[in-house]
Nanobody, 123 residues
Framework: QVQLVESGGASVQAGGSLRLSCASSRSISSFDSMSWYRQAPGQQRDAVATITRAFRTNYTASVLGRFTISRDNAKDTVYLQMNNLRPEDTAVYYC?????????????????WGLGTQVTVSS
């Protein structure tokens, strides 16, 4: 079983910075990718940033240039550095890990989730 524990959420003013952490109970080198998602009230959960085992990164357009995802394999932790925060960044942020498995010709993505950490940005 995999446990992902997020931390670092807080209330900040617009323009401020936060660093979220996601600590894994399992070696993060075993995951094909790790991501940060966020969900605002009444909204769907959307991907914010992803980092693969090969350290390739991908970001949703609204956070490009402001957020940075990184990983420390020695600490089994993934981070999300968030700068120049905006009120629209307010959401619960979730850590996600994916392990891909193959069954015959089919590939499956096995998702693991943390419980989330609240980020609130006031104007």
């Amino acid at each position: 079983q995999v446990q992902l524990v997020e931390s670092g959420g807080a209330s900040v003013q617009a323009g401020g910075s936060l660093r979220l952490s996601c600590a894994s109970s399992r070696s993060i080198s075993s995951f094909d990718s790790m991501s940060w998602y966020r969900q605002a009230p009444g909204q769907q959960r959307d991907a914010v940033a992803t980092i693969t085992r090969a350290f390739r990164t991908n970001y949703t357009a609204s956070v490009l240039g402001r957020f940075t995802i990184s990983r420390d394999n020695a600490k089994d932790t993934v981070y999300l550095q968030m700068n120049n925060l905006r009120p629209e960044d307010t959401a619960v942020y979730y850590c996600n890990a994916v392990i891909q498995t193959n069954k015959g010709w089919q590939r499956f993505n096995n998702h693991y989730w943390g419980l989330g950490t609240q980020v609130t940005v006031s104007s």
